[in-house]
Nanobody, 118 residues
Framework: VQLQASGGGLVQPGGSLRLSCAAS????????IGWYRQAPGKQRELVAV???????NYADSVKGRFTISRDNAKNTVYLQMNSLKFEDTAIYYC?????????????WGQGTLVTVSS
């Protein structure tokens, strides 16, 4: 079970990036997927989540700017980030959560760095 986050980079304020979270070794269909971020000196925080049924939820700080979506055929979840701000600078992680008969399991991908700078 592996999640691979990618798509980070350097972008100017007001710019856009699209992050991808690709799964290997399993299918995402049964997983809720969340994007989290951790800025220097701060705790990791939830940015957006999409359930296996397609319901979405966002942190107030990104509502209207970020969009989470999933393409089960490509086994990938995306985070489209528009109107980026300096404060969006962080390492972004994706996490898959699945509920099974034996419990709830979380799987983290490695981070991808997003830097918003002029």
């Amino acid at each position: 079970v592996q999640l691979q986050a990618s798509g980070g980079g350097l972008v100017q304020p007001g710019g856009s990036l699209r992050l991808s979270c690709a799964a290997s070794g399993f299918t995402l269909d049964d997983y809720d997927i969340g994007w989290y971020r951790q800025a220097p000196g701060k705790q990791r925080e939830l940015v957006a989540v999409i359930t296996k049924g397609g319901r979405t939820n966002y942190a107030d700080s990104v509502k209207g700017r970020f969009t989470i979506s999933r393409d089960n055929a490509k086994n990938t979840v995306y985070l489209q980030m528009n109107s980026l701000k300096f404060e969006d600078t962080a390492i972004y992680y994706c996490k898959g959560t699945v509920v099974t008969g034996s419990g709830v399991y979380d799987y983290w991908g490695q981070g991808t760095l997003v830097t918003v700078s002029s």
